[in-house]
């Protein structure tokens, strides 16, 4: 009918233009070529890379790759603790919008968050809260570390030298022990541990004093 | 271990979903296509940190469905060189020992990168490092389910993207056993051949109780 005419005439118009190619070499005209060569709806119902994308139906190409324009891969570096203060909030949300709008699709999100949140639920961060992560790096500015170093300090919370060394390149020859010890009083003293461990600890302490 | 990575997408959002705020439809279609899901050369995609910026929306002929540009953020797992993590193991086989962090199971360790000596007992189909101290030598079994802490010294991405129709003539010439192996998207290769970089060690697992 007169929607297949328009179509047709939108190919021929266009074919005189610049080629602007799907990724598997369909001619998809500039229209719809926004830089990403995504595969045109109203193309892909008559041309063969609509089965070729792994079209879903709806039309639209759903191939991560060719549509999915990655600008910068590194923009910001996330702490374990901003990761799970994210997913806790939307958790949240997710829980008050209501059962409304669990789709099938909504299936990878749901494992995807909940598997993440037990991760991170077992390491340090459960106890941290934005003003410990900002005294933290307060702190760190005068040792002179690298931006992922302090994150894997801010991470783990390491409490032994050893592990130190771990976290730090070549730390045997940018800090002495001294420097060594001060970071390890640093991580203990403004990064919450456990707390069952700490009470633990300070116990031992004046038992220890007490004994003296 | 995560990064926060700016993507452009293009989001279609069906007529029957126009009554929907646009924020909340495009976060829930970005969600339906990227949450756990490998996008080649980037990471695991674990779910929408923000969207910056929408562009018009244009609907097209022949389709009621408006589509909308996006510039957004993402949080990805994509750990990087050197990090140190903590995972489980998971398995062990003849390749090395496998680890999983729960939400990502595709880290193997290879034998080289196992404290060395190390040896593969196939009996009980675990590692063993064989410890070695002034009273004599000790097995620590590297079994399942326990913790490990490892550095990342490699990633791999693989693209599972399908192939197009020239391939897929060529692999039915071919024998009918090799069938698509299901490859992993992403795979990180770990080392432990450091000290303290065992998870058997008391005080490695008492640092993480």
């Given amino acids: ?212 | 271990m995560f990064v926060l990575v700016e993507m452009t997408d293009t989001v279609r959002i069906p007529p029957w979903q126009f009554e929907r705020k646009l924020n909340e439809s495009i976060a829930e279609e970005l969600n339906k296509k990227l949450a756990n899901k490998v996008v080649y050369n980037v990471g695991l995609c674990i779910c929408l940190y923000d969207i910056t910026k929408l562009e018009d929306s244009y609907i097209f002929p022949g389709d009621g469905a408006s589509h909308t540009k996006v510039h957004f953020r993402y949080v990805v797992f994509h750990p990087f060189l050197d990090e140190i993590l903590v995972g489980e193991i998971k398995s062990c086989s003849q390749d090395g020992v496998h680890v999983s962090i729960g939400f990502f199971d595709d880290i193997v360790i290879p034998p080289e990168s196992l404290q060395q000596p190390a040896k593969f007992d196939e009996a009980e189909q675990v590692w063993v490092w064989e410890y070695e101290t002034e009273e004599g030598a000790h097995d620590l079994y590297m079994d399942i389910g326990e913790e490990i802490r490892f550095r990342v010294v490699d990633e791999t991405f693989v693209d599972t993207s399908p192939t197009g129709p020239s391939s897929a003539e060529a692999s039915t010439s071919n024998a009918t056993e090799e069938v698509q192996k299901k490859e992993a998207p992403y795979t990180l290769v770990g080392s432990i051949s450091e000290p303290v970089l065992t998870g058997t060690g008391e005080e490695t697992a008492k640092d993480w109780s």
């Fill in chain 1, 1 to 212: 009918g007169a929607g297949w005419g328009g179509i047709v005439r939108l190919l021929l118009v266009r074919a005189a233009g610049p080629r602007c190619v799907c990724v598997w070499g369909l001619f998809i005209g500039p229209a719809l070529c926004v830089e990403k060569r995504l595969c045109g709806p109203e193309l892909s119902a008559l041309l063969p890379c609509w089965h070729r994308c792994g079209v879903q139906g709806d039309g639209v190409c759903h191939v991560l790759r060719p549509s999915v324009l990655r600008k910068d891969a590194n923009a910001a570096l996330l702490s374990n603790f901003e990761v799970f203060q994210l997913l806790t909030d939307l958790k949240q949300q997710r829980k008050e919008s209501g059962k409304s709008k669990q789709s099938s699709g909504q299936q990878n999100l749901n494992t995807i968050m909940y598997e993440t949140l037990k991760y991170i639920s077992k390491t340090p961060c459960r106890y941290q809260s934005p003003e410990t992560v900002r005294e933290f790096l307060i702190a760190m500015k005068g040792h002179k570390l690298t931006k992922a170093e302090k994150l894997q300090l801010l991470n783990h919370r390491p409490v032994t030298a050893v592990e130190i060394q771990l976290m730090v390149e070549e730390s045997e020859e940018r800090l002495t022990e001294e420097q060594i010890e001060s970071l390890l009083q640093t991580v203990a003293s403004i990064l919450p541990g456990d707390p069952e461990e700490q009470q633990r600890d300070s116990a031992m302490e004046t038992e220890g004093r007490g004994s003296q």
